[in-house]
Nanobody, 122 residues
Framework: QVQLVESGGGLVQAGGSLRLSCAAS????????MAWFRQAPGKEREFVVA????????DYVDSVKGRFTISRGNAKNTMTLQMNSLKPEDTAVYYC???????????????WGQGTQVTVSS
């Protein structure tokens, strides 16, 4: 079993930055793809960014390209999302997820964290 724990959410003004982290425990997931999804109130959970097990391949949703950067730790069991130039529309609960292969689909991820709130004020 894999446990994922997010940290780093908070309140920031538009144009500011936040850094989210996700730590995995329970078993090694160095070969798993990891991703961030987000869910705003009243909306469905949506894909934000994913990174392959090797850390070589990444995939970003268009709305965050050039602003968000995903990376994995050397041991591959941690993941970080650097979010710059934040906008009010980035406000959501952000979830860390893990899957056997990189994907943008919510249903492809079998392991999920509890989520961390990101609020961007205008």
């Amino acid at each position: 079993q894999v446990q994922l724990v997010e940290s780093g959410g908070g309140l920031v003004q538009a144009g500011g930055s936040l850094r989210l982290s996700c730590a995995a425990s329970g078993r090694t997931i160095s070969n798993y793809a990891m991703a961030w999804f987000r869910q705003a109130p009243g909306k469905e959970r949506e894909f934000v960014v994913a990174i392959s097990g090797s850390g070589v391949t990444t995939d970003y949703v268009d709305s965050v390209k050039g602003r968000f950067t995903i990376s994995r730790g050397n041991a591959k069991n941690t993941m970080t999302l650097q979010m710059n130039s934040l906008k009010p529309e980035d406000t959501a609960v952000y979830y860390c997820a893990a899957a056997l292969a990189i994907s943008t689909g919510v249903g492809q991820y079998g392991y999920w964290g509890q989520g961390t709130q990101v609020t961007v004020s205008s």
